[in-house]
T-cell receptor, first 110, second 113 residues
Framework: GENVEQHPSTLSVQEGDSAVIKCTYSDSASNYFPWYKQELGKRPQLIIDIRSNVGEKKDQRIAVTLNKTAKHFSLHITETQPEDSAVYFCALLNTDKLIFGTGTRLQVFP | ETGVTQTPRHLVMGMTNKKSLKCEQHLGHNAMYWYKQSAKKPLELMFVYNFKEQTENNSVPSRFSPECPNSSHLFLHLHTLQPEDSALYLC????????????FGPGTRLTVT
């Protein structure tokens, strides 16, 4: 079945630095790629998503890029803040269900 | 944060017990999901119900038995579980054919002793 690889599994950055998380996939039919954030003790929540008809989408300090040819998409967080510390999951849509990556634990140190 | 609710929030059960987890969504969605979250597999899809019909069963052991009586309610019946089944069980709902955004419940923290 479809598989999503996510890297890195952990990421530590200094406050104010940028963070990049990358996911690769194999099914070229996927056309919807969301990112979820799960803070400690809370439920995962959608933070940004992108559809295959665009290459980049930005929402304030977060952006997602998609390269359909190379089958990878990335989450970019600029000017990181301590409240960005969480586990981030990439996902893709596969026949009406989401396939999630293995998660990246981001720690932002003040 | 009240769109998807789950009860109980915490559950401790012995390996011979039978218990049920409940999920309810108030968003008018047409699909509901059960996920298992543990340190080994952060978000593992277990079951999918689309318009009350089970469309996915990801090789889940038969000691987990889902039930979806209507599009707003989802149950996970548990019996003769193993200690390795201890995990956070998350329910989610979405509108298939529309936005596909999944709304998660707060989860049930299950401990099997």
């Amino acid at each position: 079945g479809e598989n999503v690889e996510q890297h890195p599994s952990t990421l530590s950055v200094q406050e104010g630095d940028s963070a990049v998380i990358k996911c690769t996939y194999s099914d070229s039919a996927s056309n919807y790629f969301p990112w979820y954030k799960q803070e400690l003790g809370k439920r995962p929540q959608l933070i940004i998503d992108i559809r295959s008809n665009v290459g980049e989408k930005k929402d304030q300090r977060i952006a997602v890029t998609l390269n359909k040819t190379a089958k990878h998409f990335s989450l970019h967080i600029t000017e990181t803040q301590p409240e960005d510390s969480a586990v981030y999951f990439c996902a893709l849509l596969n026949t009406d269900k989401l396939i999630f990556g293995t998660g990246t634990r981001l720690q932002v140190f003040p | 944060e009240t769109g998807v609710t789950q009860t109980p929030r915490h559950l401790v059960m012995g390996m011979t017990n039978k218990k049920s987890l409940k999920c309810e969504q108030h968003l008018g969605h047409n699909a509901m999901y059960w996920y298992k979250q543990s340190a080994k597999k952060p978000l593992e899809l277990m079951f999918v119900y689309n318009f009350k019909e089970q469309t996915e069963n990801n090789s889940v052991p038969s000691r987990f038995s889902p039930e979806c009586p209507n599009s707003s309610h989802l149950f996970l019946h548990l019996h003769t579980l193993q200690p390795e089944d201890s995990a956070l069980y998350l329910c989610a709902s979405s509108q298939v054919g529309s936005s596909y955004e999944q709304y998660f419940g707060p989860g049930t923290r299950l401990t099997v002793t």
